[in-house]
């Protein structure tokens, strides 16, 4: 292989500045130097990495994207090694690209990345909530390292870790009937108005359950915002099904929710899972996967869970 680190480095700076300039600059080298390093990597690869264009600079191609994810852990694996000899992996250094969807995770991803942030350095985190499937098709693309999201339609090239079980509950306004309940079941919803969390894989799961109940209930709103959703019942217009909940009862309108567990089936659950792509992972995402393993496994993460007091209900199939 005729492929020299150096020009590994050069690609890969250039690559994520999406620019010879700037990567020359930052380099203190020549323009003709980076461009002869891009050239190289896709000489020895026999393929296309990057489009070059005056206006918009370098963009990355598909292949591009994968290649600069391993150049990436190979320089930072590389650099680990000759700064921490038997020491390897002590800090945490680089880059991590999370996309999420789990629409509390401000409840629990900052406690997930604190000890990280304070113990790495020349860190550059990257978070990005998206629906499922942009989050699986984000991850196999190259845009994120790891993702968090439901196990709703997996795609089969990602590699799963289940964090938590998350079952649906009602949230009612806090001076509602239903509000004082230990529980509620699904026929308690038969004369309630209705607002739907509207998200692509959660309106049909939410509509799923719905008709497995055999309910046809009045619904006056969908909203693709848990907070959007929270408010409006909390303000009165409804109430509404969710899975995960914030660790606050206050909606961003000010006024008060309370949340309910629901009577249902156990196969009727979601599962919380981090994804990733099967093979060696670089330390910073290693880490990620462990802190969010440990953090779901703690008592912290059954907060925002609202359990069933029971499974046994009238409310079965129908």
Do not use: W
């Amino acid at each position: 292989m005729n492929l020299s680190l150096r020009a590994i480095r050069y690609f890969v700076t250039a690559a994520e500045l999406g620019s010879i300039s700037k990567a020359a600059h930052i380099l203190s080298i020549s323009n003709s130097a980076i461009a002869a390093a891009i050239d190289a990597v896709e000489i020895e690869f026999n393929d296309q990495f990057v489009i070059r264009e005056r206006s918009k600079g370098l963009t990355l191609t598909v292949s591009g994207r994968a290649i600069l994810k391993r150049a990436r852990y190979f320089l930072e694996e590389y650099d680990e090694f000759l700064s921490d000899g038997l020491k390897q992996g002590a800090e945490i250094t680089g880059n991590l690209s999370i996309g999420y969807f789990a629409p509390v995770a401000p409840a629990f991803l900052p406690e997930i990345l604190e000890p990280i942030i304070k113990r790495g350095t020349d860190l550059n985190i990257k978070i990005q909530a998206c629906n499922n499937a942009d989050a699986q098709s984000g991850l196999r693309n190259g845009l994120f390292d790891v993702i968090l999201f439901m196990d709703y339609a997996v795609h089969p090239d990602i590699q799963q870790h289940m964090l938590i079980e998350i079952p649906p509950y009602l949230i009612v306004p806090a001076d509602h009937p239903l509000g004082s309940r230990a529980q509620a079941t699904f026929s308690d919803l038969a004369d309630e108005t209705i607002i739907l969390l509207d998200l692509p894989m959660t309106l049909d799961y939410y509509n799923t359950l719905l008709k497995h109940y055999d309910l046809r209930p009045n619904v006056v709103a969908g909203a693709n915002n848990v907070e959007m959703v929270r408010s409006m019942v909390a303000t009165g217009l409804g109430v509404s099904i969710l899975n995960m909940r914030p660790l606050t009862a206050t909606a961003y309108s000010g006024a008060e929710i309370a949340c309910v567990p629901l009577v249902t089936e156990v196969e009727q659950k979601l599962s919380l899972v981090l994804g990733s792509l099967p093979g060696q992972k670089r330390r910073i995402v290693r880490e990620f996967i462990t802190r969010c393993e440990t953090f779901f496994c703690s008592t912290e993460a059954s907060n925002l869970i609202v359990r069933n007091r029971n499974l046994t209900t009238a409310d079965g199939p129908r």
